[in-house]
């Protein structure tokens, strides 16, 4: 297994935590039980997470109502699709595979 599949399925495992997440925190929330703080929510969209924790705001309908979610997210997930493009169209050489 090479770095780039290392990479590959870290993408994978946290996008799945962090959907999963959302949904734990949305039956939380229907429950009223204790809840996942935001910061949580938003650390797991910022190191990766963020596909996943879109998909499960709109899907579980979890967070929608708060803008910094509603925004926050598709901004995290902007910035990190430009990181992505900045390494693959960068003079340098990464060597993953």
Do not use: C
Request: net charge positive; hydrophobic share 60%; glycine share 6%.
């Amino acid at each position: 297994m090479n770095s780039f599949d290392i990479l590959i399925l870290y993408i994978i495992v946290v996008n799945v935590v962090s959907f999963t997440v959302m949904g734990v925190d949305k039956r939380k929330a229907i429950k009223r039980a204790f809840r996942i703080p935001e910061s949580t929510l938003f650390v797991l969209a910022i190191i990766g997470g963020s596909i996943g924790s879109i998909a499960g705001m709109h899907l579980f309908r979890h967070k929608t109502r708060h803008w910094y979610f509603l925004y926050g997210m598709p901004v995290i997930l902007a910035l990190q699709v430009m990181l992505v493009l900045a390494l693959v169209f960068s003079p340098i050489e990464w060597n993953f595979w």
